[in-house]
């Protein structure tokens, strides 16, 4: 999930753009589009902050993660190009994995951002990948146990947040209680080293909590308060930047680890809702939503912000299927799949913009729209001009934050399910074609979990009318031929032209 901030001196609504506003983008994680009230009036989770910034603000209801998965999506957020473009654009990155998937040279939004004069810093989960080196100078990059145990954690670490564009960075490789690496990195080194095998035993037991691989973890690292750290962090920054840099625009990239899996709110949030460890983990996401803008009105910029809030892509697999079952509630809901599948549940996301005296509060928008939208938008907001060479899927949506867009911005849409680019799939208008059998990631005639939503269907590739069937249960790609080969035929051209953004 992603929260975005501009801070400015803005004019009337639908202006024009103004000169070096703030922007603080905040990263939630598995957020479903369900799990909101302000999107599902069924949720079982009150989630009072976000409905306030969407009522506050513009809220989109055709928003989608560029990838189902977490690493391809965060890499085209922060470059703008679909991950499936990049050698190993499909992995999902876990332990000291890596190395980056962003090439050396290529612009980042940070790395925009700090070309126009920002300060920039990055807080929370990276996840695009780095590369830890052994005692011989050998680099590590793998996932496992073994793979931490190999790292010598005196030298400095390659390809993280400050070798793309951001000056300070403090937070987690990966997931951060999921992948064998429990330990904080600021800048490129990691301060305090893991120690000791990570006690299993002494963490929480419930059915949303087994995600937590075995892993190596450091003396100062609080498994159940990691979102906490990160706020307090991101809170320093905010505080300093304005009582040292007051004249200076800075990013701030906050990314969470709620509400990934294993579910561990902090313990003061245990209990909060009636929907169980998932539920108050939402609950608490809530909560620190409510913190940052708490304290962008405390530092007296919140009237002068913009606030963007999203997800990487849709909810996991055990919180939609266990909710389901144990407390009535539906992150995917109302569209079919989840995390890792081509189905809309596995990409469509929230998406909420508020921006004081430019985006008219209390609005929604129709409009067709990716994360990778968010660098070109940006640079739209800033003045910055965006290369040839970058931004190559990121399309300009101010027009339509603003109200003053005349139709469809996009001609169509790209998503990568799970399986990379080995499954595409392509969206113009109401028509979407999954290029490839099946899900395009989870295995529903495989998973025990999964079993009772199996719909055998053994044609090649899949296309659906969303306006007719958002549910994606009537495959037309035997009787509607002509139509998939017309969205056959613009996707191959998008692969093979390199970008489906028209150049600068």
Request: glycine share 6%; no cysteine; hydrophobic share 35%.
């Given at each position: 999930m992603v929260l975005l901030v501009f801070a400015s001196r803005v004019p009337a609504y639908g202006a024009g753009p103004v000169a070096a506003p703030n922007v603080l983008l905040i990263l939630a994680d598995d957020l479903g589009y369900g799990d909101l009230r302000c999107y599902n009036d069924q949720s079982k989770v009150a989630t009072p902050h976000i409905d306030r910034l969407a009522s506050e603000g513009m809220r989109f209801t055709d928003a989608h993660s560029p990838a189902t998965v977490c690493t391809p999506t965060r890499y085209s957020l922060m470059t703008g190009q679909m991950a499936f473009r990049v050698p190993n654009g499909g992995t999902v990155f876990t332990g000291v994995g890596g190395p980056s998937l962003i090439a050396t040279g290529r612009l980042t939004l940070p790395g925009m951002l700090r070309s126009k004069g920002y300060s920039t810093a990055c807080i929370g989960k990276w996840h695009v990948g780095l590369t830890f080196f052994d005692n011989e100078g050998h680099p590590v990059n793998a996932g496992g146990l073994d793979a931490v145990r190999r790292v010598d954690f005196s030298r400095r670490i390659q390809g993280g947040p400050v070798d793309h564009g951001f000056d300070f960075f403090f937070g987690t490789a990966c997931c951060p209680t999921t992948d064998w690496l429990y330990a904080f990195i600021e800048n490129d080194r990691v301060p305090v080293p893991p120690t000791r095998l990570v006690d299993k035993g002494s963490l929480p037991k419930h059915a949303y909590a087994n995600d937590c691989r075995p892993g190596l973890i450091?003396?100062?690292?609080?498994?159940?308060?990691?979102?906490?750290?990160?706020?307090?962090?991101?809170?320093?920054?905010?505080?300093?930047?304005?009582?040292?840099?007051?004249?200076?625009?800075?990013?701030?990239?906050?990314?969470?680890?709620?509400?990934?899996?294993?579910s561990f709110p902090a313990?003061?949030?245990?209990?909060?809702?009636?929907?169980?460890?998932?539920?108050?983990?939402?609950?608490?996401?809530?909560w620190i939503v409510g913190e940052l803008l708490a304290t962008l009105e405390r530092l007296r910029i919140a009237e002068n912000t913009v606030v963007i809030l999203t997800s990487d892509n849709g909810p996991e697999v055990t919180s939609v299927v266990q909710m389901r079952s144990d407390h009535g509630h539906d992150g995917a809901r109302p569209w079919r799949g989840m995390k890792r599948d081509a189905w809309e549940g596995g990409h469509r996301v929230p998406l909420i913009v508020r921006w004081p005296g430019k985006v008219k509060p209390g609005t929604t928008s129709s409009q067709l729209t990716g994360l990778t939208d968010v660098m070109a938008t940006v640079a739209s907001v800033v003045g910055a001009d965006l290369p040839n060479l970058a931004a190559e899927d990121s399309f300009n949506m101010l027009p339509a934050w603003l109200g003053t867009a005349e139709g469809q911005i996009r001609p169509f849409l790209i998503q990568q399910a799970g399986g990379g680019a080995r499954t595409l799939s392509i969206r113009r208008g109401d028509w979407k074609l999954m290029d490839h059998n099946g899900s395009g990631g989870n295995r529903y005639d495989a998973s025990p979990e999964l079993k009772p939503y199996y719909r055998p269907d053994h044609a090649p590739a899949a296309l659906y009318n969303l306006a007719a069937d958002p549910g994606e249960t009537n495959n037309l790609f035997d009787t509607r031929p002509d139509i998939a080969r017309e969205l056959k035929a613009v996707l191959e051209l998008s692969k093979s032209s390199g970008r489906s953004a028209p150049k600068p």
């Open positions: 450091a003396p100062d690292f609080p498994m159940e308060e990691v979102d906490l750290v990160f706020l307090k962090r991101s809170r320093e920054f905010l505080e300093k930047h304005v009582s040292q840099s007051p004249g200076k625009p800075f990013f701030l990239f906050h990314s969470t680890q709620a509400v990934h899996l294993p313990p003061q949030f245990k209990g909060a809702t009636k929907a169980g460890p998932h539920g108050d983990f939402i609950h608490e996401l809530d």
